[in-house]
Nanobody, 124 residues
Framework: QVRLQESGPGLVKPSQTLSLTCTVS??????????WNWIRQPPGKGLEWMGA???????YYSPSLKSGTSISRDTSKNQITLQLRAVTPEDTAVYYC????????????????WGQGTQVTVSS
């Protein structure tokens, strides 16, 4: 059984850097041909695809995101990390990691596994 678990601070101050981790179990993040995506859902809005890291380590980012967003991985821990620099209240959302065989989908049904999500609030 593949499981994804997001973790990170629930509350971040504006202008700080947000770092979230997705810990994967039951599958290797280097297994062909999966993509590990970060998606968020602001309150009252739809899903927003942020970016992904492929089995190869190549990264993809939404062009609508501000600069300072990065996705990386630690293969020894089987973890994916998302970093957002200089967050603002508009970054308040539930953040999810999810597995797909591509990058960029925004429909929930396109993904075969999702984490439960982690709430992040940006506020002073």
């Amino acid at each position: 059984q593949v499981r994804l678990q997001e973790s990170g601070p629930g509350l971040v101050k504006p202008s700080q850097t947000l770092s979230l981790t997705c810990t994967v179990s039951g599958a290797s993040i280097t297994t062909n041909y999966y993509f590990w995506n970060w998606i968020r859902q602001p309150p009252g809005k739809g899903l927003e695809w942020m970016g992904a890291i492929a089995y190869s380590g190549y990264t993809y980012y939404s062009p609508s995101l501000k600069s300072g967003t990065s996705i990386s991985r630690d293969t020894s821990k089987n973890q994916i990390t998302l970093q957002l620099r200089a967050v603002t209240p508009e970054d308040t959302a539930v953040y999810y990691c999810a597995r797909d065989q591509t990058a960029g989908n925004t429909a929930r049904y396109e993904y075969d596994y999702w984490g439960q999500g982690t709430q992040v609030t940006v506020s002073s």
